[in-house]
């Protein structure tokens, strides 16, 4: 499925981001640098917010929430960010989230709840974590969740419209957005566990029960006493000292 802002963040990143990914690494700052400077910066964005800069605050976290794609580039440049990179980057944004929209829940109910703003920002903060747990889940499982309306990009820039807003003086702007991104948060969710159920493969297609099932009746029929039975005795009995396959026939592999 095509992403609400697909092709204006592909504008920015071979204008705008390639370069200075370019100039980052030629200054030898590592993505992993730029990825713990980017959490630190939407930590700093998320405490103005939630003191009621909302103006400020959007700026800064939209600006270090960019480091996310930045890092992205710097590390495919460099040839991979390698493993640890990869869960380092993962662990950040779920830090990062969870500050932004613990500070947007603390903002709204300082202001009084103003259209149910706080229940949004709630069911957006759980809802955009298990978007982000379902697909890494799934990877981990081999099967393929990377779809959605709402991924981490386009909810962040969904919430900045809403701050925006807010900090022009319209009090339902926030809320608005608030109700907009939780909607598409929870049908995110939804698409990707279906998604990841199309994907996975019929039973016995990939080694499964049904695999299994002819190597044990061939074991089966050996052991009706033909040939391989008999070899598989001799080969047992041959040669105590343990040649390399008398003694893999006859060791059980653990369960």
């Not at 590390?75 to 947007?104: C, E, N």
């Amino acid at each position: 499925m095509a992403k609400i802002v697909q092709v204006p963040a592909r504008a920015v990143v071979s204008h705008g981001v390639n370069p200075t990914a370019r100039f980052l690494l030629r200054l030898g700052i590592s993505p992993n640098a730029v990825t713990i400077a980017g959490t630190i910066g939407v930590l700093a964005g998320a405490w103005l917010g939630a003191t009621g800069h909302l103006f400020w605050g959007t700026w800064v976290v939209t600006a270090c929430a960019l480091t996310d794609v930045l890092d992205g580039t710097m590390a495919r440049m460099r040839g991979g960010s390698g493993k640890f990179g990869a869960l380092l980057d993962s662990s950040m944004d779920r830090i990062a989230d969870g500050a932004v929209f613990g500070a947007v829940v603390f903002y709204m109910a300082t202001q009084g709840n103003p259209y149910g703003g706080t229940a949004a920002a709630l069911i957006s903060l759980t809802a955009g974590q298990v978007v982000s747990y379902v697909k890494a889940r799934a990877q981990s499982l081999g099967l393929n969740a990377d779809v959605g309306i709402a991924e981490r990009f386009e909810r962040l820039v969904i919430l900045g419209v809403g701050g925006l807003l807010g900090s022009a003086g319209l009090e339902w702007g926030l809320p608005a957005a608030l109700w907009v991104l939780a909607v598409l948060s929870v049908i995110t969710v939804f698409q990707r566990l279906i998604h990841a159920a199309r994907t996975e493969p019929a039973p016995g297609a990939d080694g499964g029960p049904a695999a299994d099932a002819a190597p044990a009746t061939d074991a089966g029929l050996a052991a009706d006493g033909g040939p391989a039975a008999d070899a598989g005795l001799a080969a047992g009995t041959a040669s105590p000292s343990g040649g390399d396959a008398p003694a893999a026939a006859s060791t059980p592999e653990p369960s």
